[in-house]
């Protein structure tokens, strides 16, 4: 099967390159181990999903829920993890793991607006500046702009520490 190389972020070519899926498949498989096995270790209370046949993509939107109630819960250790998992996947090489970070997780996370002030303190400067263009199209003015204002808050303080929790 052969697909043409796209930028999920910005939905934008970015290259003329062709991917073939076919002896390269170890490379996609050897990515879905990691993330799986980076996911276990973060959040074993999740195998069961974790081994489900999701996408990263899928398994990063379930987590969303997840992070909302430990935001209400004030529990630090499971926001710790979300996040943990979450960052982990930005920072991977390439753009598979980071883009799924980007769209499913980042994009997503002021979908529980009463939430906006304790997550802004979990969002670092550089995720914020990668995904700050997707929160513009899905948020309106208002939101926007209060957005951009707790996150121009959270730069003067240490960002929370994302912590090993293995």
Known sequence: ????????VTGRRQSHLRCHLGPDRSVLSARVAEWKSKALELLPTLRPVIEHDWSCHVFLGELLPQLWDAHR???EDSLHRIYGFARWCFDQPGQFLTNAA?????????????LRHDIATWLPPDVVA??????EWRLPGPKMAEVDRLVADNVNTPEPEVRDVS
């Open 1 to 8: 099967m052969v697909t043409t190389c796209i930028e999920l």
């Open 73 to 75: 819960a004030k529990d």
């Open 102 to 114: 980007v769209v499913s997780f980042y994009e997503l996370v002021f979908d529980e607006w009463d």
């Open 130 to 135: 990668r995904v700050r263009p997707l929160w």
